[in-house]
C-alpha cells in the first residue's frame, strides 16, 4: 500500500530468493484481477506458495494416527502433580476437570509439550523455563472474503494478516504480553484495530458480518528480552532435563510454530529413542500428513455425503455439510465430553449458522 512503501516488498524478495520460496511479482492490475477484494491503491503485490490448514482436521487425524500406533488420550484431562524420586519422574497424578476422574499415571519417560504452559508445568516438577507469553487475537467473517491468504507487505504487525479457512476468513492478529496463560479474551480494542487494519488491506471488511472471535497464546521461548514479542524467535526449544537439571527421564519441547511441529516432533522422538537405546530414526517427515486424502472441500464433502441422503440420511448443518450420520459416529465414539469436542470433530455450527 502506499503508506507502507516499497522498500520492504524488496526485502521480502530478496530474502525469499536466499530461501529458495519462488515469488511473482505482480502489477496493481494483476493483482485485483487474481483477488478483486483487495484495496484498489495498491502498488503492487507479491504472490508465493503461501497456503492454509484446518487446525482442527490437523489435530485430530494425528491424534487418530497416533492411536493407531498404540497411544491413548485423556481428554480435559490436565497433569497436577509430578513424583520425583531422587534425580527420576517416577510418575503423574492427572485430574479430569469434567468428571473429576482422577489419574495416577507411572512414567518411564515424560515429555512435556504443553505450549504456553510448558513454564507452569516445569514448576511442577520444581523446575522452570523463561518464557514470553504473547497473546493473539483473532476474528472471523461469516463468509469467505478472498480465495488467497492476504498478507500486509511490511514489517509484521497488528492485523496484516487474512486467512480463507473453509467458507470463513479470520482476521488476525494482535500480540500483547501477558503474565498469565489462563482466563484470557479478546478484547473490544482488539476487534476494532485489526477491522481498522484489515480494513487498509480488504475495504469490504468495514461492512462485513462477523461471527466469533477468538484468542491464542504464544509459546515464546525467551533467549533475551526484546520490545516487539513478533521479534522473539520463533525456532523451538528442545530440552533434555537431564543435561540441564539432572532429572533423567524428562524432555521439554516447546516455542516454534505450527508450521513447524513435525520437525518439532522429530527431534524430540529422535531424542527420547537416543535417551531410550533405540537405533531407529524418526521416520514420520518422510510420510504423508495423516487424513491426506480426506474430502476437505464442501463440494466433496456433499459427494461423500449425498449417497446416504436417499435413505433417510439427513444433513444437520448445511452450511459446512453435516450429516447426522457423522454427528451420530462422533457422538458413538463416548470419549467426547463438552460441545466443543463434536463441533471441532465435524465443524458443525462452525459456518455462519
Ligand atoms: C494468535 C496466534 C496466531 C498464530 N499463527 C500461526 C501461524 O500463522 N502459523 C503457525 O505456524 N503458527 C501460528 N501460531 C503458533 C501456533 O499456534 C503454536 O506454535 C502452536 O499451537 C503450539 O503448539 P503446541 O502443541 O506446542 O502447544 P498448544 O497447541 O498450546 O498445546 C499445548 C497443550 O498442552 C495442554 N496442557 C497445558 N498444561 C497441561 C497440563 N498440566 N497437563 C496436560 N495438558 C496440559 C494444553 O491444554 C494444550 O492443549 C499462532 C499462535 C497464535 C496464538
Redesign the pocket.
Known amino acids: 500500500l502506499p503508506e507502507d512503501g516499497l522498500e520492504f516488498r524488496d526485502l521480502f524478495l530478496k530474502s525469499c530468493e536466499k530461501a529458495d520460496i519462488p515469488t511473482t511479482l505482480l502489477t496493481r492490475d494483476e493483482a485485483l484481477n487474481l483477488e478483486p477484494e483487495l484495496n484498489s491503491d495498491l502498488l503492487s503485490a507479491v504472490e508465493v506458495p503461501d497456503g492454509s490448514i484446518d487446525p482442527f482436521s490437523l489435530v485430530i487425524e494425528n491424534a487418530r494416527d497416533a492411536e493407531k500406533h498404540g497411544a491413548s488420550f485423556l481428554l480435559h484431562?490436565?497433569?497436577r502433580s509430578i513424583q520425583v524420586d531422587k534425580d527420576k519422574i517416577i510418575g503423574v497424578r492427572?485430574k479430569d476437570h469434567f468428571q473429576g476422574e482422577e489419574h495416577i499415571i507411572d512414567t518411564r519417560y515424560l515429555i512435556n509439550?504443553?505450549?504456553?504452559?510448558a513454564n507452569?508445568?516445569l514448576n511442577l516438577a520444581g523446575l522452570g523455563l523463561d518464557m514470553a507469553l504473547s497473546k493473539?487475537s483473532?476474528i472471523i467473517t461469516n463468509q469467505r472474503i478472498t480465495q488467497r491468504v492476504i498478507n500486509r507487505c511490511r514489517r509484521p504487525s497488528d492485523g496484516d494478516i487474512l486467512v480463507p479457512n473453509g467458507l470463513v476468513s479470520i482476521l488476525?492478529?494482535t500480540s500483547i504480553r501477558l503474565d498469565y496463560v489462563e482466563n484470557f479474551e479478546v478484547t473490544s480494542s482488539e476487534v476494532a484495530l485489526l477491522m481498522k487494519e484489515i480494513s487498509r488491506m480488504i475495504p469490504v471488511i468495514q461492512g462485513t458480518r462477523f461471527i466469533r472471535s477468538y484468542a491464542?497464546?504464544?509459546?515464546l521461548v525467551l533467549p533475551e528480552e526484546k520490545e516487539d514479542d513478533r521479534a522473539i524467535s520463533r525456532g523451538f526449544a528442545l530440552i533434555d532435563h537431564e543435561k540441564r537439571d539432572g532429572l533423567k527421564n524428562l524432555i521439554t519441547v516447546?516455542g516454534?510454530?505450527?508450521?513447524t511441529?513435525r520437525l518439532m516432533a522429530e527431534k524430540t522422538s529422535d531424542l527420547l529413542c537416543q535417551k531410550m537405546g533405540i537405533q531407529t530414526s524418526c521416520s514420520t517427515h518422510l510420510k504423508s500428513l495423516p487424513g491426506k486424502g480426506k474430502p476437505c472441500d464442501l463440494k466433496e464433502r456433499l459427494k461423500e455425503i449425498r449417497p446416504a441422503l436417499g435413505k433417510g440420511g439427513e444433513i444437520i448443518c448445511d452450511c459446512e455439510i453435516v450429516g447426522r450420520k457423522e454427528l451420530e459416529d462422533s457422538l458413538k465414539k463416548g470419549d467426547l465430553k463438552d460441545l466443543q469436542d463434536i463441533l471441532h470433530r465435524t465443524r458443525l455450527a462452525k459456518g455462519t449458522c
Open positions: 484431562t490436565d497433569v492427572a509439550a504443553t505450549g504456553a504452559w507452569r508445568f493473539g483473532m488476525g492478529t491464542g497464546i504464544r509459546p516447546t516454534g510454530k505450527l508450521i511441529y
